[in-house]
């Protein structure tokens, strides 16, 4: 994997993709899927599991095979789809 540099938008200079905060202005940096989108993931994953625990004679262990394999699938597509997301927060002062 190459190193990669970001642009920080509060003070313009290069950073190393991967730091978690400005060395600059000290905003802190995020990177990949954001939070709501994983609860979006989770919760038909959790569903599908209870929903199919039901149906499987209430296997636990399929119940939870399942799930996390729904989750495993959304998981990989928001990871596709966020791959290049970078969040620059400065804290206010
Ligand atoms: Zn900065």
Do not use: N
Not at 17 to 29: E, L
Not at 37 to 59: G, K, N, Q, R, V
Not at 62 to 80: E, P, R
């Amino acid at each position: 994997m190459s190193v990669q540099f970001i642009i920080c938008p509060h003070c313009a200079i290069e950073l190393r993709k991967g730091i978690k905060v400005c060395r600059s202005c000290d905003a802190t940096v995020s990177y990949g899927v954001p939070w709501p989108y994983t609860m979006t993931a989770l919760l038909p994953s959790i569903w599908l599991a209870i929903a199919s625990h039901h149906f499987f004679y209430d296997s636990l262990l399929v119940s939870m095979l399942i799930g996390s394999t729904l989750f495993g699938g959304l998981w990989a597509m928001l990871s596709m789809a966020f791959d290049d997301r970078v969040v620059f927060r400065r804290a206010t002062r």
